[in-house]
Structures are given as structure tokens and as C-alpha cells.
């Protein structure tokens, strides 16, 4: 039950994101609807068709389906007074990102893949919904330029798999690695911390002028 | 028989009109094949894939590769008389969603998937190869704004689904089905018919100006 | 022994190049390491996934999985240095090419597939990771533009066919396929050959005064 509710509220803000960055690029209905789809579900759907596990999830998921829908339908009518719900869109999209690697993860120990694979299988989930959504809309995927989220999402996903050693209880070893996920990215957004840079000044300078 | 005849008509159709963009982007004579294919092919690899059918519904038809292949070649030679044939070439792609919509509801059933996703994956067979080839020319996917396309598939499905409640014969709802795309799509081109846009023109006007 | 020191060397030169062209983009240390991992993997990705072998290959195979994180992290940090092995990456990048092109038509043939899939599959498997890089880094995929290489991989593959009636060593077979690729490939660099344009002087003119 609980779960399930983090689930839905992750999945509303995800479909919302993907539909208000579909608006900004003027697309149709039609586009929307797919960009809302995307953002939720394209991580989940890459994971599953790289591992064999079809018809993917969210095909035998009606709940999801309608979710998505509802959400993109309510983000474009109510797009003017959506500002006011940033914060909460924030809180829930962070959210959203912990359930999301915690389920990746789950789902490559289900096929029996190694530690290093799962955690990219969870950071692929959480992550790859937003790289697809960029694809769609022509741009340079945002979380390979400043990605305090793909790094939330493997710090938790190895996280799991220390505990793993001293724990045994996979629901609480899920709930803290979430936890994790969670309390970097907020850390990370407050005090805006990014990766360190791999450029010195000159490089981005060369870059800008060119 | 005559299913396989309007098949073809419908590949050729989209073969062609993947290499005719293609070349627009001066590709190569590589390129060319390779857009002609994934516009062709494109639409039904992603659903095979989603679904699980594999090796996908392509690599055990040669027919259709050969098709694909003489298609593009045969856009690349007469690329300057092809103009002439645009009509043709429309009623064809026209013909061609129908019958892609009809093979992707009816590979949903097949698998056991809800009328929703099968709706889904019949629009995704009809118009996901044009978003690959979109996305492999580095366009945003044209169905996403301007789709008289997405809607006529969907109303298609529906009414598959709506009528299945009255006729038992499959083969006369996936015509009715087939039908409906058609009208639907050849009425929406012929009376400038769009999605009522859900911008308002102050919106349109300030994306203008960025 | 010697396929597989191959094969290492083939993987090191595309991740290097991946991470070469991300850091060009800008991206950070997340970016880099992916689209490392998208060049050295997405080709072979791609045909397991259209194919059916789940996992796909990869995820079982954490040599490669460490030798691309390597790599990216190597080219991250002797960036400056790296020009003067441009030479020797290109060097490698031929073999891998050679030997990617040879996996992928043995994976075709293990699934039954017709010659010209196969083909298809290894010229895929070779040149698609390339492919799947360009549109992560938002750019039309240069194969589809300049393309010595793929012809060179199509013709690789050809070989192996022709010379099936002959020879019944499929290890000969593909290792003559592979000098096939490697020999074209060099050939065509260094006399600058490439296809023959199927576009006339004023075609090109007229789009570059688009």
C-alpha cells in the first residue's frame, strides 16, 4: 500500500515533467501524451527489453497507464497554475527517482545480474525515461551536463549492495538505499553541488566562443 | 492475397518517403537505405521488442527487406521525376498506417494485452517509424505536431474495440478498423482538419520571439 | 587468447572515442562514461535486443563492463595527451570494427537468420553504436554521411557468405571476412575514397544556400 502510493505520486511526476517540457516545445496533444509516457515509462521499458522481461511492465499495468494519461491531460489544463506546484513536482520527481532505482535494482537481482549491472539497471531506470524524453525533443540529454541525479541514483544503488554484507532484510535494505537517493539529490539541490568539473576554464571558454 | 498486395503498397510507401527525407539531409547512399528501413520497419521492431516477439517480425520476411531495399534505390534514381508521383505516394502512406495499425492491434491480442495497449501498440506500429527516422535525422518527430497521423490510428482502434462488442468475424472489424484510419486521416488532409491547438495565441506568440 | 586481446583492444578504442566526442559536448563525468558505454555497446545491444538473446550480451560479460568504465576514466584524464595516439586508436577501431562486424553474423546465424539479416546484424553491430552515440550528442549519425565504414562491414559480410561455398572453416571464414573490413576500410582512408555522392553539383549547392 505504501509503496504503492510512492509509486503513483513518483509516476504523476514524472508524466507531468514530461508533459510541461513538451508544451514548452509546442507539440500537439499527441506529443504531449507521448512525452508524459516516455518520461514515466522509458527508463522501466529499456530495462526490461535489455533484460527479457516482456511484454514490459507497464503493458500488464492498467493503474500506470491511466495515471500517465490523467496526469498529462491535468498538466495541460491546468499548465498556467502548474508554477505554483514546482516544489511539490520537485519533492515527488525525487522521489519518484529512489522508488524507481530501487525497483531497477530488484529486477536485475530477479535475472540474476551482477551488482555493478544492477545498479546501472537502477540508475537506467530512474534516469533514462528523462535521456529518452530529451531524444524526442531534440536536445542533448540534460542528465549528461549537470547530473546530480544519475550520481543520487548510484550512491544508493551502492549503498544496497554494502549493506547487503551486514543486513539481510531486503525492505529495509531497499528503504534506506531510497533514502540515500533521496538525501543527496535534496543535499545536492539545496547547496547546489555538482560533480566537480573535468574542464579547466580555458576548455570552457574555447568551447563558448566557438 | 489481397492483404499482401496493399502490405507491399504501404511499405513501398513509407521506403519511399524515408529515403525522399533522407536525402533531403544529403545523405549517403547508406543513410538512404538505413532511413528507408527504419521508416518501414521501424514502428513494428519497437513493438516486436516491447511485446517480446523476437527475433523480430522482419528478419523472417525477406519479402519486405528486398521491398525496402529496391524502394530506396529506386527513390534514389528517380528522385527528380518522384515529385510526380506525391499523390500516389500519399494515398499509399495513407493505405500503409491502416494496415500497420491493424497488424499492431492484432499482435496486442495475440499477446494478451488490455484494448488499451493494444490501441497503443497499433498506433505505435503505424507511426514510430517516422519518429525514428525523425529522430535519426535530428528533427523533432513531426506526428508530435501536426498528427491528423496519431488520431487516425487511435480512432481506428477504438472503433476495433467499440465494434468487437457486436461482430464476431474478425477479419470484416479489422477492414471497418483499416477503413476508419483512412477516412479519418484523408478527411483531416482534404478539409486542413488538426487537433484543436492547446495553445492560446499569446503563447504561440512569445515562443515565436525566443 | 588471441580474439580476445582483440576484442579488448577493439572495445578500448570505442569507448575512448565515445568519451572523446562527449567531452567535446561538455558533458560530465555521468555524460562521458555513458556515451562511452552507448558506442563500445549499443550496436550489440541493439541486435541482441531485436534478436532476442536476453540479457544481452554485455550484462554477463564484466570484463567488458570494467574495461569501458576504464577507458572513459582514462581518456577523462590524459585528454591533453590522447592526440598523439590517435593514430593507434584509429588502428584499433578498424580491428574492432572488423571483429564487431564477424560477432554480430554469428549471432544472426546462431538464430537461423537469413544471409542478408546477418549481414544487416553485423554491419548493425559495428556501426550502431556509433550511431545511437550521434543522437545522445544530439548530431545527424556521421555514418549515415561519410561512410567507408559501413561499406566496409557490408562488405566483410558478403565475403563470409561467398566464401561459405567454399571453405567450411568458419573460423577462416571469419577471420578473412574481418581482413575484408580491415583492408577496405584502410584503403578507402587513406586514398580518400569514399561512395560514389548521388547528388549532382547544384543539389549540393542548393542546400548549402539553404
Known amino acids: 500500500m505504501f509503496f504503492q502510493f510512492i509509486d503513483i505520486l513518483g509516476t504523476i511526476a514524472f508524466a507531468i515533467s514530461g508533459a510541461l ?3 514548452k516545445k509546442q507539440m500537439d496533444l499527441f506529443g504531449v501524451l507521448i512525452i508524459a509516457f516516455v518520461t514515466a515509462a522509458g527508463g ?3 530495462r526490461d527489453v535489455m533484460i527479457g522481461v516482456e511484454p514490459v511492465s507497464w503493458m500488464r499495468n492498467m493503474t500506470f497507464v491511466y495515471i500517465v494519461i490523467g496526469s498529462a491531460t491535468f498538466a495541460v489544463i491546468f499548465r498556467k497554475q502548474i508554477s505554483y506546484l514546482l516544489k511539490s513536482l520537485f519533492l515527488f ?3 519518484g527517482i529512489a ?3 530501487v525497483v531497477g535494482i530488484e529486477t536485475g537481482l530477479v535475472a540474476g545480474l551482477h551488482p555493478v549491472v544492477c545498479i546501472a539497471m537502477g540508475t537506467m531506470t ?7 524524453r530529451d531524444i524526442l525533443c531534440n536536445e542533448i540529454p540534460v542528465v549528461f ?3 546530480i541525479y544519475a550520481t543520487a541514483c548510484i550512491l544508493g544503488g551502492f549503498t544496497y549492495f554494502i549493506l547487503l554484507h551486514f ?5 529495509i535494505l531497499f528503504i534506506i538505499a531510497g533514502l ?4 543527496v539529490r535534496l543535499v545536492a539541490v539545496i547547496f547546489k553541488i555538482s560533480l566537480p568539473s573535468i574542464y579547466n576554464k580555458e576548455e570552457l571558454q574555447e568551447d563558448s566562443e566557438e
Open 145 to 147: 551536463r549537470k547530473e
Open 180 to 183: 540515500v537517493v533521496i538525501v
Open 167 to 171: 543486513f539481510s532484510d531486503k525492505n
Open 44 to 46: 522501466g521499458t529499456l
Open 99 to 101: 522508488l524507481y532505482t
Open 93 to 95: 520527481d525525487t522521489i
Open 21 to 23: 517540457i513538451a508544451m
Open 126 to 132: 530512474a534516469c533514462f525515461g528523462g535521456v529518452l
